[in-house]
């Protein structure tokens, strides 16, 4: 019996790595999600290049200008240009959920992997997320950017606090089926430590449900961004953000219909890049759910 | 059934706590002296200190946070100084409009949703099929604020059909209620929509592979009859679920619609709060809705429940 529960080894996910990748790449919507993505980031880090204008550079005699070939998507009311304003704000847009994501996955790892493996902790922590969740999540995160006052740094911090449970919850009941795998159990009976056992051996194997939940959660964290901005509770102005401008877009809507397209546009293609991602990686990543799903 | 409803009442003991903490806290988050941050930057000292002791917050917190609770059970949300009225009373005030939305939004998400999730199941495979689901992805994209402006530049600005913002009593009549409620319902209830139709058709396509609905089939039942008599009814459990759940996000998520429509409703109350950091109503406006969210969730699970009796065997 010890001799067979050495030999038994966790899987390698790197054996795996060429097919997996290959498999991702074969996934329509992974393709399409990724190339949207990839397109509005390569505009949001070369906008310098790709635009003649700064994103605070005010031009009075042109306010409210229609689209032309000078200005791509219009003016707004200051007669700054829209598209440079829009490339702009996809770096606070982008830059504020991504980092959000990326916390939330952290965090969340962190919570959900301690949880599923000390069962006091469990409760302690689970009814905490569960609390934190039962707040519908816009409304979160108003009453939290109200407590802090409208900041970047805030935005993220009330993101985070938003969905930072829901990835706990995910890691947790992937961690939970790990946790009874064999492997575990012979790990454990070798004498192996709980850090060891946590983070070598069930860590990498809650990744793939925490990349897919932290896909959907960026996707998720643009649209409260842009709603958080759009009420004047997020990324303070003169920062260009995709909401920041819409709310502009709305007082100008009787006379300036490109101050609300422009915007809305680049929010759409952003949130459909990434659950067309979301959907597809959980195609790949995680076969079970999606049996369940169809 | 019992157990099940007192088990789940009992799990909602602590997650109430923790949202009454949550709650309570967001005054004493601000940076500095909630008092004078809410009288601004014109108040005198004297004008702070009234209005610190007004508010208690010159009293030990832990003492605060019983006074608050104890409020709570007395349905004494606190007291407005921006408004001039009890928070209770100002939320009184606003539950009509947003529930008309929000029940507005879910009957356009269900009349529409139902049946393009039944035709996406029963042409499962086909272009009609794939149309439909990448609509309902793309439904699931824009979010509702976003198309609340959309809607209001074209059929507003452009068409001039509907008003572009605004809201009537019900007490005006039923045509000029709805007249200023339906863009907000519809851009509201768009990703609604979208989730009960995806629900609907991946419940929908489970039940067409039994084998009753084969039966009925050799049967020699009409196709319209089988889908719409036989599977739907038994695929109609999930679903119901799902609208149980939607209406509580309909309720949460009218919070920024009706703040571009100018709807008098609890999420508008509470935005507009947030601009004069008029502290006492978003916790109560917050608390308010979140307490509703958790009971209609609660109310879903439980209805689904007593409907299935495979919901409360598999958890307990």
């Known amino acids: 019996m010890a001799s067979t529960g050495l030999t038994i080894a966790p899987p390698r996910p790197s054996r795996r790595r060429g097919q997996t990748l290959r498999r991702l790449l074969g996934s329509r919507m992974i393709v399409l999600g990724g190339a949207l993505i990839t397109l509005l980031v390569l505009i949001a880090v070369f906008a310098p290049l790709i635009s003649p204008f700064g994103p605070y550079e005010m031009v009075v005699q042109q306010r409210l200008k229609p689209p032309s070939a000078l200005h791509w998507f219009g003016t707004d009311n200051f007669g700054r240009d829209l598209f440079t304003r829009i490339a702009y704000g996809a770096r606070v847009s982008l830059g504020v959920s991504f980092t959000v994501a990326l916390l939330s996955v952290a965090i969340g790892m962190l919570v959900g992997l301690y949880a599923a493996y000390f069962p006091l902790l469990d409760h302690v922590l689970m009814r905490i997320c569960d609390a934190l969740m039962a707040f519908p999540s816009i409304l979160l995160a108003i009453a939290i950017m109200a407590a802090l006052g409208p900041s970047m740094g805030n935005v993220i911090l009330a993101l985070v606090v938003v969905f930072a449970p829901s990835l706990a919850r995910t890691v947790r009941s992937a961690a939970l089926v790990v946790r009874e795998q064999t492997y575990v159990e012979a790990m454990r009976s070798l004498g192996a430590s709980s850090l060891r056992i946590i983070w070598l051996h069930i860590a990498p194997n809650t990744l793939s449900p925490a990349i897919t939940q932290g896909t959907f959660v960026f996707a998720e964290a643009i649209i409260v961004e842009a709603a958080l901005s759009f009420l004047g509770v997020g990324v303070p102005p003169p920062a260009p953000s995709w909401g920041g401008i819409l709310f502009d877009g709305k007082v100008a809507i009787f006379t300036a219909w490109w101050m609300t397209v422009g915007p809305g546009l680049f929010i759409i293609l952003a949130v459909l890049g990434l659950n067309l991602s979301g959907d597809g990686l959980r195609d790949v990543l995680d076969p079970n759910t999606v049996k369940a799903a169809k | 059934m019992r157990e099940y409803i007192i088990k789940r009442l009992l799990m909602l003991i602590p997650v109430l706590f923790i949202v009454s903490l949550v709650v309570f806290s967001i005054i004493h988050l601000t940076p500095g002296d909630p008092a004078a941050v809410m009288l601004g ?243 109560g406006g917050v608390l308010f809705i979140t307490l509703i969210y958790l009971l209609i969730n609660l109310g879903t699970d439980l209805l689904y429940g007593l409907i299935d009796p495979r919901v409360r065997l598999g958890r307990r």
């Open chain 2, 41 to 283: 930057e014109t108040a005198t000292q004297a004008e702070i200190d009234a209005l610190r002791q007004r508010l208690g917050l010159d009293q030990p917190l832990f003492g605060q946070y019983l006074n608050w609770l104890g409020g709570l059970f007395r349905f004494d949300l606190g007291y407005s100084y921006f408004m001039r009225q009890p928070v209770a009373e100002a939320i009184r005030d606003r539950i009509v409009p947003t529930t008309s939305l929000a029940l507005l939004a879910e009957f356009f998400a269900i009349v529409t949703a139902i049946p393009l999730g039944v035709a996406a199941a029963v042409r499962r495979g086909t272009v009609t099929d794939t149309a439909l689901m990448g609509t309902s992805l793309l439904g699931m994209s824009i979010p509702s604020f976003l198309l609340g402006l959309f809607l209001v530049l074209i059929f507003a600005v452009w068409l001039r059909w509907l008003p572009v913002a605004g809201y009537a009593p019900l007490q005006a009549g039923l045509w000029p209620h709805l007249r200023y409620l339906i863009l907000p319902a519809l851009a509201l209830g768009l990703i609604q929509m979208a989730l009960i139709a995806r629900m609907t058709r991946s419940s929908m396509l489970e039940v067409l592979n039994t084998n009753y609905i084969n039966a009925a089939r050799a049967r020699g039942l009409r196709e319209w009859l089988v889908v719409y008599r036989h599977a739907l009814r038994n695929a109609f459990i999930p679903i119901l679920t799902i609208i149980g759940h939607s209406f509580g996000v309909l309720v949460a998520g009218a919070a920024v619609v009706e703040t571009i429509f100018n709807i008098p409703g609890l999420g508008q109350l509470i935005v507009n709060s947030v601009g004069r950091r008029d502290y006492t109503v978003i916790q």
